[in-house]
């Protein structure tokens, strides 16, 4: 199943039309739509990540989850350079608009606390860290709040190590919730620049323009994952992925979690015909895998990824 939550009616309608759905009428209080197959539901969650989390734990108690499901959060964000030189952000900043980000770290605007997606697939995005908060922000305090992580390190650079500000309402309530029903390589978040911080209300025909350009492009790539996604249900991984895969968790000292995480990452790399047992045997052979404890293992692992996916 894959599971498409998005805040407003207004950035849905795009997708709707896309994608063929019909609206699902015993949904309760929630606006879920859902194709012909029955096969994948968009839930308009409302703004907000407890609404966000509501909403994702209701759908997948209602329609179920297992190792093939995937789970997309879909949405808009208010985006600016991390960068405390006003000449810079304001160079910087209308080039974001309309960009599209896939997050892969998410932070809790209250807590604090730091989230981290796996993405152990190949994407057309550009990958940045989200913030969620609980109060739309506004232009002023979009750049207070880099100039309060300039303060940290004296410097023109944020103390953050987010790139670009990006700010939204409902990652991290998706996230919170969904990773009670599916591992966290089983869920996306992403993001397109609206704005660089709300300072007037802005229309349903104004979000449908960021959505609709995109619309087409994005569904495609939603349509890889999906079949990406069924074969985590039936893909079990062979005699010559089981030897690589249990040498890499000797080598870097893995743990179960870390595990489970090389072995989506095999399994990916061959329905996709990446070549990794040359890359890993040689690296063996180089002794840049022969690492001393887990630590060093998780950042052997984390570099690996970075090869096989994105060169």
Same mark, same amino acid.
């Given at each position: 199943?894959?599971?498409?939550?998005?805040?407003?009616?207004?950035?849905?309608?795009?997708?709707?039309?896309?994608?063929?759905?019909?609206?699902?009428?015993?949904?309760?209080?929630?606006?879920?739509?859902?194709?012909?197959?029955?096969?994948?539901?968009?839930?308009?969650?409302?703004?907000?990540?407890?609404?966000?989390?509501?909403?994702?734990?209701?759908?997948?108690?209602?329609?179920?989850?297992?190792?093939?499901?995937?789970?997309?959060?879909?949405?808009?964000?208010?985006?600016?350079?991390?960068?405390?030189?006003?000449?810079?952000?304001?160079?910087?900043?209308?080039?974001?608009?309309?960009?599209?980000?896939?997050?892969?770290?998410?932070?809790? %605007?209250?807590? +604090? &606390?730091?989230?981290?997606? !796996?993405?152990?697939?190949?994407?057309?995005?550009?990958? *940045?860290? @989200?913030? /969620?908060?609980?109060?739309?922000?506004?232009?002023?305090?979009?750049?207070?709040?880099?100039?309060?992580?300039?303060?940290?390190?004296?410097?023109?650079?944020?103390?953050?190590?987010?790139?670009?500000?990006?700010?939204?309402?409902?990652?991290?309530?998706?996230?919170?919730?969904?990773?009670?029903?599916?591992?966290?390589?089983?869920?996306?978040?992403?993001?397109?620049?609206?704005?660089? %911080?709300?300072? +007037? &209300?802005?229309?349903?025909? !104004?979000?449908?323009?960021?959505?609709?350009?995109?619309? *087409?492009? @994005?569904? /495609?790539?939603?349509?890889?994952?999906?079949?990406?996604?069924?074969?985590?249900?039936?893909?079990?991984?062979?005699?010559?992925?089981?030897?690589?895969?249990?040498?890499?968790?000797?080598?870097?000292?893995?743990?179960?979690?870390?595990?489970?995480?090389?072995?989506?990452?095999?399994?990916?790399?061959?329905?996709?015909?990446?070549?990794?047992?040359?890359?890993?045997?040689?690296?063996?052979?180089?002794?840049?895998?022969?690492?001393?404890?887990?630590?060093?293992?998780?950042?052997?692992?984390?570099?690996?990824?970075?090869?096989?996916?994105?060169?």
């Amino acid at each position: 199943m894959l599971y498409i939550f998005m805040a407003l009616y207004a950035e849905a309608v795009p997708f709707i039309a896309q994608m063929k759905l019909k609206r699902v009428n015993d949904s309760g209080k929630f606006v879920l739509y859902q194709d012909e197959a029955g096969e994948a539901i968009l839930a308009v969650t409302g703004p907000g990540k407890v609404e966000a989390a509501v909403a994702v734990s209701y759908v997948c108690a209602k329609y179920g989850t297992d190792e093939s499901t995937f789970i997309l959060n879909i949405g808009s964000a208010a985006g600016a350079p991390n960068c405390s030189d006003e000449h810079v952000q304001s160079a910087e900043r209308s080039e974001l608009i309309g960009q599209w980000f896939i997050g892969n770290q998410l932070v809790d %605007g209250d807590t +604090k &606390r730091t989230y981290y997606p !796996d993405i152990l697939y190949r994407h057309p995005f550009a990958e *940045e860290g @989200i913030e /969620t908060v609980s109060i739309v922000r506004r232009p002023d305090e979009m750049k207070q709040m880099i100039r309060m992580d300039a303060s940290v390190n004296g410097g023109q650079k944020s103390g953050s190590s987010l790139k670009i500000r990006l700010c939204d309402m409902e990652a991290v309530g998706v996230y919170q919730a969904a990773v009670r029903f599916v591992g966290q390589h089983q869920m996306a978040f992403l993001k397109v620049v609206s704005d660089a %911080g709300v300072d +007037k &209300r802005m229309t349903a025909e !104004d979000l449908q323009h960021f959505f609709a350009d995109s619309a *087409e492009k @994005i569904c /495609t790539w939603i349509e890889d994952v999906r079949t990406l996604s069924r074969s985590w249900k039936v893909e079990k991984v062979g005699a010559k992925e089981q030897e690589i895969l249990q040498l890499l968790c000797d080598q870097t000292h893995a743990s179960v979690t870390m595990r489970l995480q090389m072995e989506q990452l095999l399994r990916y790399c061959t329905l996709a015909n990446i070549p990794y047992e040359e890359m890993i045997r040689g690296d063996l052979a180089e002794q840049t895998l022969c690492c001393r404890d887990r630590k060093e293992g998780k950042a052997y692992f984390e570099q690996l990824k970075e090869r096989l996916l994105y060169q």
